[in-house]
């Protein structure tokens, strides 16, 4: 099946994640440039990591008026799975395909370090090969990554299973410690109503290799794999 | 015809400053007391051809609700300059 990597300009963490679905994954991968009007006959879209236009103005809010936005918007409302990942998170909550939006880290400092998450929902194209509680061990690297969404919005998310990720310590405790940027409820990622959209702040496209750290990110690309190959997700192509 | 217009994005009451935050302590620390909370936003100037300053402003809200400020975190508001 083929991976469409989008690259926009200052993705940085886009030969990351071609690299952990064509050569880790053996899986065919493409990168698609911002200014492409369609994803030619992807299975799978990545929104990848890195400071597209600079951050400037706020993370992720140039990006999302890219003419292939239309076109990625399109492919998630026909049920094909998206994972956004750091700043593609950041992309996919400014287009408003995710709820919430992302503040400065609650302490001011950019982390980049690796941090743990636990797997809350194991119902997602892109963690159904992780067990519901699996603590996966991540990188991390971003100064805005501290989820912020209105009560009444957080609440929703909480009652419909749709906190996908979240901080933990090494044992799978959700404590505040092992909050590294302030994210309300410990939120480290996220899905759509329909559950196909996923974006998390962690790498898991830069842990797929034990030579790299840890492997634990392995489990999102086996799991969308997995998913379209058994038919559980919408191939739109 | 050239009107400027202003617009100041911020964050909402309910959405907790961080920047600011560290603002406030950095001038407790140098001794202003006096000094509450400090709240950090986005100033913008906005050149815009229109024909009148309603005109102008409905343009500047619309750039503002569409790019400048994120309704999710953020308000705004414009003034056009006399």
Redesign the interface.
């Given at each position: 099946m083929t991976f469409a990597i989008v690259v926009f300009p200052g993705s940085n963490c886009d030969h990351d994640a071609y690299h952990a679905a064509k050569h880790v994954l053996g899986q065919d991968a493409r990168f698609v440039w911002h200014k492409e009007t369609t994803l030619a006959g992807a299975d799978v879209v990545i929104l990848p990591g890195g400071f597209s236009h600079g951050d400037y103005l706020r993370t992720g809010a140039i990006a999302r008026f890219s003419p292939v936005m239309q076109a990625v918007s399109d492919f998630a409302r026909a049920g094909g799975p998206v994972l956004g990942i750091c700043n593609g998170f950041q992309i996919l909550l400014e287009a408003g395909l995710l709820p919430g939006a992302m503040l400065r880290n609650r302490d001011l400092k950019f982390h980049c370090e690796h941090v743990h998450v636990r797997v809350e929902q194991a119902d997602t194209p892109f963690t159904q090969a992780a067990s519901k509680g699996r603590v996966l061990r991540l990188p991390i690297a971003h100064g805005e990554g501290n989820y912020f969404a209105e009560p009444g919005v957080v609440a929703q998310l909480e009652a419909s299973g749709r906190v996908v990720f979240r901080y933990c310590d090494p044992h799978g405790e959700v404590t505040d410690a092992a909050n590294p940027n302030g994210s309300v409820n410990n939120i480290a990622g996220i899905c759509s109503e329909r559950r196909n959209v996923v974006g998390l702040m962690p790498h898991p496209e830069r842990a797929c290799e034990s030579v790299l750290g840890s492997a634990d990110g392995r489990v999102l690309f086996e799991s969308v794999v997995g998913a379209l190959a058994g038919g559980a997700v919408a191939r739109t192509a | 015809m050239a009107i400027r217009a202003r617009v100041y994005v911020t964050l909402k009451p309910?959405?907790?400053d961080?920047?600011g935050h560290?603002i406030a302590d950095a001038l407790h620390s140098m001794g202003y007391a006096g000094i509450g909370d400090v709240r950090q936003g986005k100033y913008f100037e906005l050149e815009i051809d229109a024909g009148t300053p309603d005109s102008a402003r409905a343009l500047a809200a619309e750039v503002a609700d569409r790019?400048?400020a994120?309704p999710?975190?953020e308000s705004y508001r414009v003034e056009i300059a006399p």
């Open positions: - | 309910s959405v907790f961080p920047q560290t790019l400048l994120n999710v975190i």
